[in-house]
Structures are given as C-alpha cells and as structure tokens.
T-cell receptor, first 115, second 113 residues
Framework: KAGVTQTPRYLIKTRGQQVTLSCSPISGHRSVSWYQQTPGQGLQFLFEYFSETQRNKGNFPGRFSGRQFSNSRSEMNVSTLELGDSALYLC??????????????FGEGSWLTVV | AQTVTQSQPEMSVQEAETVTLSCTYDTSENNYYLFWYKQPPSRQMILVIRQEAYKQQNATENRFSVNFQKAAKSFSLKISDSQLGDTAMYFCAFMKQTDKLIFGTGTRLQVFP
C-alpha cells in the first residue's frame, strides 16, 4: 500500500508569490490534515479535511487555505508569501472512523523556501 | 486547551543500552490518543507507537514501549537495545477523538556506537 505522497518535495518561491502543495493520502483514508514545521514554532496544525469539508482549522491567517477533492486528494495554497512561511509542510492522512483508525500517517513533506 | 511538554531537549545513549524519553500532557478530556513519532534526518514523521487512553495496558512495539500514567498525565517512551538507526527527533503527540495532533517540542536522541 502506497504511503502519503506529497508534491513537490522542494520548492523556492519569491516573497509575494503564491504556492500550491499537493497531497495524496493512503488509499482508503478519508481525512487529510496539514501541519507546518519550523525551527521556531515547531509543529503546528493548519487544517483538516474530511469528505471534502474542512473539519478543523488551526490558528493561521487567511492566506493559508486548502481543499479536498472527491478522491480524498488535498491541496493547500499559501498566497502572498512571506519570508516567515519558509517551512516544512507535512501532510497526513487517517481513516478517521473514530475508532482504531485514528492513527495519523505522514508524508515526507514539502520544503518551501521563500526568498 | 491541551498542551504537551517534553522536558528533555536532547538525550544520548550508547548502542544496545536502554533510554527513556519523557512526555507530560494536560487535558480535561477522558478519551484521547497519545502517540510517539520519530523524525530522522530525512524529516519524514514516522509513527513509533500509539496508546488509547481508555486502555490501561501499556502499548509495546518490538523494542519500543510506553509507560502510560493517566492520572499523572504522563506518557514516556522506552527504547530498549538502542540502535544507531534510532537516532532522530522524537515527538510526543496528543489527539482528542477525530481531532488534530498537538505536538511537544521534541527530544533529539543520539545513539552512539
């Protein structure tokens, strides 16, 4: 079974631009969540989608948005990039059935550098 | 709000020895999940072990085991027979039912030959 797949793995953007990151969850997983990891703030939750609906949202500005498609694949978008958005963005998926499927599995991450 | 605290920023252990990483958390929930994740230099977050709060029995996965003390809100990870490949950042994480993961700040573990 393939794991969580994130693309692109590495990217460099200029301040003010926007970026879209993609995530394909493990087959059968309906929940996709996104986390930002930085040296200063650690691992922070961005948002979670379940059946194409945003179910949870972290404390990030509106420049950060996401969506989930009917095949459970997800994208996150960051507009008007700032230097502080440079981070490792981790996507994770789970079955999210409220029981033993609550284990969350992570992808390898997308490294974003804003210059 | 829930919080997770890892009070050991760095730890080291000799190969084949045993090491214990500490984690405490704060919550008013009764049903929740606790996890230990490993993040090697590749930065992929790898699940090490999980514990359901309603289970009194401590979880084990091969060389990895936890000491879950619900009343004390403590969730430590014991790594037995440490191997060089265990060198990584270890994150303790808390999750309510179908909710987000709340991570601690991590413990950097170095295994020496």
């Amino acid at each position: 079974k393939a794991g969580v797949t994130q693309t692109p793995r590495y990217l460099i953007k200029t301040r003010g631009q926007q970026v879209t990151l993609s995530c394909s969850p493990i087959s059968g997983h309906r929940s996709v969540s996104w986390y930002q990891q930085t040296p200063g703030q650690g691992l922070q939750f961005l948002f979670e989608y379940f059946s194409e609906t945003q179910r949870n949202k972290g404390n990030f500005p509106g420049r950060f948005s996401g969506r989930q498609f009917s095949n459970s694949r997800s994208e996150m978008n960051v507009s008007t990039l700032e230097l502080g958005d440079s981070a490792l963005y981790l996507c994770a998926s789970s079955v999210a059935d409220g029981g033993s499927g609550n284990t969350i599995y992570f992808g390898e991450g997308s490294w974003l550098t804003v210059v | 709000a829930q919080t997770v605290t890892q009070s050991q920023p760095e730890m080291s252990v000799q190969e084949a020895e045993t090491v214990t990483l500490s984690c405490t958390y704060d919550t008013s929930e009764n049903n929740y999940y606790l996890f230990w994740y490993k993040q090697p230099p590749s930065r992929q977050m790898i699940l090490v072990i999980r514990q359901e709060a309603y289970k009194q029995q401590n979880a084990t996965e091969n060389r990895f085991s936890v000491n879950f003390q619900k009343a004390a809100k403590s969730f430590s990870l014991k790594i037995s027979d440490s191997q060089l490949g265990d060198t990584a950042m270890y994150f303790c994480a808390f999750m309510k039912q179908t909710d987000k993961l709340i991570f601690g700040t991590g413990t950097r573990l170095q295994v020496f030959p």
